[in-house]
Structure formats: structure tokens, C-alpha cells
């Protein structure tokens, strides 16, 4: 099922490419390896924002629909791009390209991660709570509760 | 009662026979060596330990001053100074039944104090297990290239210890009817939730937005530690293992920011970041210059 449908994306997602050379794609079995190395890739989710927050790839990035309107960090390294089947990735890959990143794009994008079984979540979950200032500073947290030898 | 005695089993089989088979290692021998100081037999093990911050546990200063304020319970001499002294002791944690002492099971020993209240670490490291690879708690808190028996625990204390810990991605995103939005992505490699450790400890992110003059115009900050959620509530709000954690943050268009830094720090006192903390260790740090030609980025931090 996922290699048919990595299949169909590499036949149809790289109709539009006019780079001329092959377009790099990484499995989703491939990509889950990478997600647990030291220095994993930055996965960015160019679906848009509806289809972000439907679910996506943990720790993906929703880098909007238009390539010219994402600037990224020069730091370099490797992204995974989820494109919406059908969609040209060559924008995208020229723009990150033109950075420094190493591109490759995810084949047969969310539906095949999704067929491997891998994981998808809310990217809302992951977020983190913008400008929560002040904070009540923890103290004598171990007093306040069981302690430790009771706590099993 | 010491509950880690109570939780060590009975000698193995193989051992009462041996015992049995060899009366020649006469019990006089080992009446003796269970009478003597640890150090004795194992000087480096004892002095290697005693130089880490788990032989210190009841002795750091912030340990004495937030104890006596809270009126010196016993309660967290449990797991700072089980034995009393200035921390942990040899018995702690291989117990009191003597020699051969049972093989320690990691991370189940740790958890005894790493789990207890205000820390969640090894409950953290356990959560995750497909991204530890097979590591436990030992691979990260024994110095590079020692031994797993080895005793020098290590830790954030410990310079060095941080670095390449944690890594900040960031990035701005236009859109045609939206105000720009900063996205930034925290990701670490630590085996349990970032910081891990005591209640105290904190993951700071300061995102600034930067003028012409490189004067801070805008600034953000997320902290990532534990919480206090009313009087007895606490909430774990660190960086947990595995993925990522994710911020958006809009940024007002009329505010003249022309370049972004954001900095993750590592904090040791409780506190908001005005606080003096001389032990703080700068995590990670990155920016992003809004105004060069093609947008280009700049990196600022190895």
C-alpha cells in the first residue's frame, strides 16, 4: 500500500518539476528513523493551515502555502517536505535550496505516513504556551506532597 | 526500615552454594569485611563518588536554605541524605545485606529518588523508549568512555555536560492575510524531559525582536519546568523526550523588528530570569535578519 502510493506520488507529484533531475524522496519508514536520530531533519508541512492543524507529523512546522513567504534560519541540514499530492515541490525546494538545506520531500506525502502507521497528532499539543510570564517560582515541592519513600 | 533494603531479594542460589563449597573463605573474613568502611577495598570508587553531587545532596546551599525554611523535614533527607551526612552514602542504594551486594537494576534504582515528588525524570525517560535506542540512564551520567560500574556521576552540574543538548530552529512565515508569524521548534536529545532533575530547574526560551540599532524592541519568553498550579497543584510543564516542541508567535508588523534572536538557556534557582543564577548555561541560540537582501538568515551559535 505505501509503495504503491509512494509510487504514484513520485509519478505524479514530479510532473511539474522542471529541475530535470530526479526529485529526492525519503520513505515514511525512512523519515521515522531519521525523526529519532540526534540531529533529526526539520519537517516542514507546506498543506496549509486547515490540513496542519487536522493533524501532521510531530514536531512538523506549519510552513504556510507560499514558498517566497517562509524564511528560514541559515543553519543548514536536512528538510522533509510534506506536500499535498499534486502539488510542485520544485518552489519549495528551490527556495530552501537557496539556504543551504538539503531537501528531500516526503513520498506519498501525509497519506503514506499515515498508511505505515506512523504517528500523527494535533499540532497543538506540541505548542508551547507563548508570553506566560510571570511564573510562580516552584519551592518546596517535595514538602507539599507524598514523600518520597511512600510514593510508589 | 530503609525501603531499599526491604527491596533487595534474597542472595541467588548459586552464591549460598558456593558459600557452602568454600567454608575455607571463613566467615571471620567476612564478619571483617563487612565491619569496614567501604573504602577500604574500594578507595577509587569511594573517592570518585564522593566528589559528585549525589555525595553532596544535603549539602548545597540551596538544598540547606529551602530545607530550614520548611522547618528541616525528614521527608527530604529520604532521598538527599538517606543516611544522613552530606549525601548519599555507599549503602543507599546497594543496600545493607552484604557482600556479594545484588547487582543494581537501572533505571529502576534511580527512580527511587529521580521519580520521587517535584521530578518525573526516569518516568519521562520511560515514555519514550523508541528514541533512547537502547540507552539508559548510565550512557549520559557516566563520563564518556568510563566503565558502567563507574561511580563519577555526572550531570548539568558538570561543565560541558549541556552542550549540544538542545537545538532551536527558527523561521519567519508570511502569509497574504496574515501578520508574520515567528515559528520556532525546541528539539533535545536528553534520554527524559528537558530540564530534568528538581522543581527548581528551568528551560528558558527568549525570543527578541531586535531594531536597526540592534536595540530589543519586542521580546517573548516561554519557560519550561515545573509549575504551580494553586496552592498544592503542580504541573509538568518541561520539554518532554522525542518530538519537538513547538512555538508560533505573532509578530505586530508596525513594531520596527529588522532582526530576531532567540536564546534557550538552562537555569538552575528558581525564579524569573531577573533573577542572578552565575551557574546558568546558554542551551542553544540562533537569529534572523528580516532585512537582508533575499531574506537571508544568519546563524550565530555553533
Known amino acids: 500500500m505505501v509503495a504503491v502510493a509512494a509510487l504514484v506520488y ?8 522542471d529541475r530535470g533531475r530526479p526529485l529526492p524522496t525519503l520513505s ?5 528513523n531519521r525523526l529519532t536520530q540526534d540531529r533529526p531533519p526539520l519537517v516542514l508541512d507546506t498543506r496549509g493551515r486547515t490540513a496542519y492543524l487536522t493533524g501532521t507529523i510531530p514536531g512538523a512546522l506549519d510552513a504556510g502555502t507560499d514558498p ?8 543548514g541540514g536536512e528538510v522533509v517536505l510534506i506536500i499535498e499530492p499534486g502539488t510542485d515541490p520544485a518552489p519549495w ?11 528531500e520531500v516526503l513520498a506519498g506525502g501525509l497519506s503514506a505516513w499515515r498508511a505505515a502507521g506512523l504517528p500523527v497528532v494535533d499540532p497543538q499539543s506540541s505548542f508551547a504556551r507563548p ?6 517560582i516552584p519551592r518546596g515541592l517535595c514538602e507539599m506532597n507524598t514523600p518520597a519513600d511512600r510514593f510508589y | 526500615m530503609n525501603p531499599l533494603v526491604d527491596r533487595i531479594g534474597p542472595l541467588p542460589p548459586i552464591l549460598g552454594l558456593l558459600a557452602v563449597l568454600s567454608p575455607g573463605v571463613a566467615a571471620l573474613d567476612m564478619t571483617d569485611r563487612e565491619s569496614r568502611p567501604c573504602a577500604d577495598c574500594h578507595a577509587a570508587i569511594v573517592q570518585t563518588f564522593a566528589a559528585t553531587r549525589m555525595a553532596q545532596g544535603a549539602a548545597g546551599e540551596v538544598f540547606r536554605r529551602e530545607w530550614m525554611e520548611q522547618g528541616s523535614p525528614e521527608s527530604c533527607l529520604v532521598c538527599h541524605a538517606p543516611s544522613g551526612g552530606a549525601g548519599l552514602s555507599c549503602n543507599d542504594c546497594h543496600g545493607r545485606a552484604g557482600h556479594p551486594y545484588p547487582r543494581l537494576q537501572v533505571p529502576d534504582i534511580c527512580a527511587r529518588c529521580h521519580d520521587a515528588p517535584g521530578e518525573s525524570t526516569v518516568r519521562r525517560f520511560r515514555e519514550r523508549p523508541e528514541t533512547l535506542q537502547g540507552k539508559d540512564c548510565l550512557d549520559c551520567h557516566l563520563p564518556p568512555g568510563g566503565i558502567r560500574a563507574g561511580h563519577g ?20 512565515r508570511r502569509g497574504p492575510n496574515d501578520d508574520p508569524r515567528v515559528l520556532i521548534q525546541i528539539s533535545h536529545r536528553a534520554g527524559h524531559a528537558l530540564p530534568g532533575g ?20 519586542w521580546r517573548e519568553t516561554a519557560r519550561f519546568g515545573w509549575e504551580r498550579q494553586g496552592r498544592d497543584h503542580w504541573q509538568d510543564r518541561t520539554l518532554p523526550p522525542g518530538s519537538p516542541g513547538l512555538l508560533e508567535l505573532a509578530l505586530d508588523p508596525r513594531t520596527a523588528v529588522t532582526r530576531l534572536r532567540v536564546e534557550l538557556w538552562y537555569r538552575f534557582a528558581p525564579g524569573d530570569l531577573e533573577t542572578p543564577d552565575p551557574r546558568a548555561r546558554l542551551l542553544d541560540a540562533t537569529g534572523l535578519d528580516l532585512c537582508r537582501p533575499r531574506f537571508q538568515s544568519i546563524s550565530d551559535h555553533p
Open chain 1, 93 to 103: 525546494m528551490n527556495r530552501l535550496l537557496g539556504f543551504g538545506y538539503r531537501v
Open chain 1, 68 to 75: 517566497a513567504g517562509y524564511l528560514p534560519d541559515s543553519r
Open chain 2, 198 to 217: 528538581t522543581t527548581g530547574r528551568a528551560v528558558w526560551l527568549v525570543v527578541s525582536g531586535l531594531d536597526t540599532e540592534d536595540r530589543p524592541v
Open chain 2, 153 to 172: 556521576f555526572i550531570g548539568p552540574s558538570v561543565p560541558g555536560f549541556l552542550d549540544g543538548v538542545a537545538r532551536v530552529r527558527l523561521a519567519l
Open chain 1, 131 to 136: 508570553g506566560s510570564r510571570p511564573f510562580v
Open chain 1, 28 to 32: 515514511p519508514e525512512t523519515l521515522s
Open chain 1, 10 to 17: 513520485v509519478i505524479v507529484g514530479t510532473a511539474g518539476t
